[in-house]
C-alpha cells in the first residue's frame, strides 16, 4: 500500500513565525501536489513539483520535491492568520492518486 | 468559470433511505473524481472517470455504492440503502491534466 505521512498533523504557531510541513513515502512519485483546504470548503490546488529536487515558490511558501521524489516540504515565511487551513498532500503514480491525511494549521494572531 | 458544481451541500436522512450526490464537472475537463472525507480517514478515492467510463472503481466501499456519468457534464454517487457509517463530506473533483483536480465545495451527509 502506498501511503503519504503528512507531519505534524496539528500545528499552532504565532503570526509572523516561519514553518516548515513535510510529507513523506517510501514510494516514488511521477508528481506531488500540495491543497489547502479551508472548513467548509474543498482543497484548493496550490502547486504541482514533477523534477527531483525542484523548488518551487507561491509569494511566502516555498515547496521543494525531494531528490528522490519521495518526499516534499511545504516551508510558509512569516506565517499570516489567512494560511490557516488543512495542508494537503498528494502523489500521483501509475494513473493512481494518493492523498496524505493532513497538517491542520492554525495561525494565532 | 463556475468551478465544480455539487449538489446538495448538505444533506440529512435515515438509514435504510436512498442518497444521491450530484456533480457538475468544469467544462472542458475530461477526469472526475468523487472522494469521501472523514475525519479518521482522510481524503479517499472512491472512483474515477475518464471520457465518461470508469476507470478505477477500487474505493467503492460496497455494493450500495454505485457512480454514472451519464455525459460529460454531469455525474451521480448513489448509496442505496445508506447506514450512519456513510456520514461524511463527500467531494467531486475534475481536472485536464489527471493529478491536478479542481474540487467542489462537497455534501455533508449525515446518516442518522
Known amino acids: 500500500t502506498q501511503l503519504l505521512e503528512q507531519s505534524p498533523q496539528f500545528l499552532s504557531i504565532q503570526e509572523g513565525e516561519n514553518l516548515t510541513v513535510y510529507c513523506n513515502s517510501s514510494?516514488?512519485?511521477?508528481?506531488l501536489q500540495w491543497y489547502r483546504q479551508e472548513p467548509g470548503e474543498g482543497p484548493v490546488l496550490l502547486v504541482t513539483?514533477?523534477?527531483?529536487?525542484e523548488v518551487k515558490k507561491l509569494k511566502r511558501l516555498t515547496f521543494q520535491f525531494g531528490d528522490a521524489r519521495k518526499d516534499s516540504s511545504l516551508h510558509i515565511t512569516a506565517a499570516q492568520p489567512g494560511d490557516t487551513g488543512l495542508y494537503l498532500c498528494?502523489?500521483?503514480?501509475?494513473?493512481?492518486?494518493?492523498f496524505g491525511k493532513g497538517t491542520r494549521l492554525h495561525i494565532l494572531p | 468559470d463556475a468551478g465544480v458544481i455539487q449538489s446538495p451541500r448538505h444533506e440529512v436522512t435515515e438509514m435504510g433511505q436512498e442518497v444521491t450526490l450530484r456533480c457538475k464537472p468544469i467544462s472542458g475537463h475530461n477526469s472526475l473524481f468523487w472522494y469521501r472525507q472523514t475525519m479518521m480517514r482522510g481524503l479517499e478515492l472512491l472512483i474515477y472517470f475518464n471520457n465518461n467510463v470508469p476507470i478505477d472503481d477500487s474505493g467503492m466501499p460496497e455494493d450500495r455504492f454505485s457512480a454514472k456519468m451519464p455525459n460529460a457534464s454531469f455525474s451521480t454517487l448513489k448509496i442505496q440503502p445508506s447506514e450512519p457509517r456513510d456520514s461524511a463530506v463527500y467531494f467531486c473533483?475534475?481536472?485536464?491534466?489527471?493529478?491536478?483536480?479542481?474540487f467542489g465545495p462537497g455534501t455533508r451527509l449525515t446518516v442518522t
Open positions: 473533483a475534475s481536472s485536464s491534466l489527471f493529478y491536478e483536480q479542481y
Open positions: 514510494s516514488v512519485f511521477s508528481s
Open positions: 498528494a502523489g500521483a503514480r501509475d494513473d493512481k492518486i494518493i
Open positions: 513539483v514533477v523534477t527531483g529536487g
